[in-house]
């Protein structure tokens, strides 16, 4: 607590400026053993942490960081520095979400820095201090928290597709604590996300390559080409390749949000999509929503769901609550 007193008034962004030249310093025996002699303490090595992930953590910002998450933050950021590298560039103030998403990501491919994770966080979400490491164990390309929305009900922000109509239903029920996308179509909103440079990689791919345009309006050979030239063009000069976006249902029936569209391509990309739903990051408002707080509401919405025709559940066994003595519940929308 006195840690996060002193550092409170600092930004994120000269907290990890300050602290790469300490790192520095520390690095420099002679340096160690100044700082040593001013500080009246000894310094132990550090991990060796070659070959360990390096992960660059993204956080889009509008009004600035919410305070609970910078607090949160900064133990998660200290906790995971034992197990790996974190970078954390500033936050990107921006009112649209999906460009401030891409323009955060796009400098670590016009610069070539260096990582094998990036990890997506909204800010205003407060997670446990040991959720990355949490979901870096589960060593799959994409990865999200179970984060809900921060109103009643406050729905999960977890999704499953259905290939056959090319929708996506809110999930009311799943398996606890467990690791959620193994067995069909799994899409999760961007509250906190951790995907690997393979996946970004690859969904950068499909962008140039025009993929879903190739999907959705079959272009010509040579339109189709000269778009494919002109993407990888802007891609090479800008670095940005449109991660998220709101892209047009394939059904005629309006768009997916930005993080659903980036599940949908990733999932495209021959990705799995999974969500961990034991971790259960809180969502800032007025009060810190969290899946907990949904609980109350899951009975009725699921029933609702089912006379509605959704397929809101998302388990191995049997369901828990009965298709019997249905309710007349109004769905959020």
Not at 29 to 51: H, I, Q, R, T
Not at 77 to 105: E, S
Not at 277 to 296: A, E, L
Request: hydrophobic share 35%.
């Amino acid at each position: 607590m006195a840690e996060e007193t002193r550092l409170s008034k600092w930004k994120p962004e000269e907290i990890e400026e300050n602290r790469k030249k300490i790192n520095r310093i520390l690095k420099d025996g002679c340096g160690k053993d100044v700082l040593g002699a001013m500080l009246g303490m000894e310094f132990e090595e550090a991990p060796d942490l070659s070959g360990k992930p390096h992960i660059q953590v993204l956080i889009p910002t509008y009004k600035g960081y919410d305070p609970d998450m910078e607090a949160a933050a900064r133990e998660m950021f200290k906790y995971t520095r034992q197990f790996c590298t974190l970078d954390v560039p500033g936050g990107m103030p921006h009112g649209i979400i999906h460009w401030a998403r891409n323009q955060l990501v796009a400098p670590l491919y016009k610069e070539k820095k260096k990582f094998t994770h990036v990890l997506f966080m909204d800010d205003d979400m407060v997670p446990e201090k040991d959720a990355i490491v949490r979901l870096l164990r589960h060593e799959k390309d994409v990865v999200g928290a179970l984060c809900s929305h921060r109103n009643d009900p406050p729905v999960p922000n977890m999704r499953r597709f259905e290939p056959t109509t090319n929708e996506w239903f809110n999930v009311f029920q799943w398996d606890t604590d467990a690791l959620c996308g193994e067995s069909g179509i799994v899409g999760v909103g961007g509250g906190m996300i951790l995907a690997t440079k393979h996946a970004m990689d690859s969904i950068a791919e499909y962008y140039v390559s025009c993929e879903f345009e190739k999907q959705l309006w079959s272009p010509s050979i040579d339109k189709l080409e000269e778009m494919r030239a002109k993407r990888r063009k802007f891609f090479e000069d800008s670095g940005n390749a449109y991660w998220f976006e709101f892209l047009k249902a394939p059904n005629g029936q309006g768009e997916y949000g930005e993080d659903i569209s980036f599940s949908y391509k990733a999932n495209h990309c021959g990705l799995k999509v999974y969500v961990d739903t034991s971790i259960q990051p809180g969502h800032m408002g007025r009060y810190s929503y969290g899946v907990k707080d949904f609980m109350p509401f899951q009975e009725n919405m699921v029933r609702a769901a089912k006379m509605a025709g959704w397929d809101c559940v998302l388990r191995e066994g049997e369901d828990e609550i009965p298709d019997s003595d249905l309710q007349t519940t109004e769905l959020c929308p």
